[in-house]
Nanobody, 122 residues
């Protein structure tokens, strides 16, 4: 059974940084691309970033790629999202998601974690 568990969220001040982590289990973590997506209050789900199974390619939403970075450590079954220069608009529930391919051209998800809340406020 696929399990994804996010952590690292919390309250951050504008301009601050957070690093989110997601540990996957129940599947061969190193065989699948992973993504982060977020849902802000009153907003739809927004794809944030994706990374291929071997970490050789990373993609970040155009509106976020100057502040957010995705990475992974397959030895630890963990994918990370480094978020810098946070803004109040980054307030959202952040989910990690497992892809159904190793090296997708378009990221698609077949499993989600429950999410970790990020709140950016002074």
């Amino acid at each position: 059974q696929v399990r994804l568990e996010e952590s690292g969220g919390g309250l951050a001040q504008p301009g601050g940084s957070l690093r989110l982590s997601c540990v996957g289990s129940g599947f061969v973590f190193s065989s699948y691309a992973m993504s982060w997506a977020r849902q802000g209050p009153g907003k739809g789900l927004q794809w944030v970033a994706g990374i291929w199974s071997d970490g050789s390619e990373t993609y970040v939403s155009d509106s976020l790629n100057d502040r957010f970075t995705i990475s992974r450590d397959n030895a630890k079954n963990t994918v990370y999202l480094q978020m810098n220069r946070l803004k109040p608009d980054d307030t959202a529930l952040y989910h990690c998601a497992k892809d159904n391919q190793a090296s997708p051209r378009v990221f698609e998800y077949d499993s989600w974690g429950p999410g970790t809340q990020v709140t950016v406020s002074s």
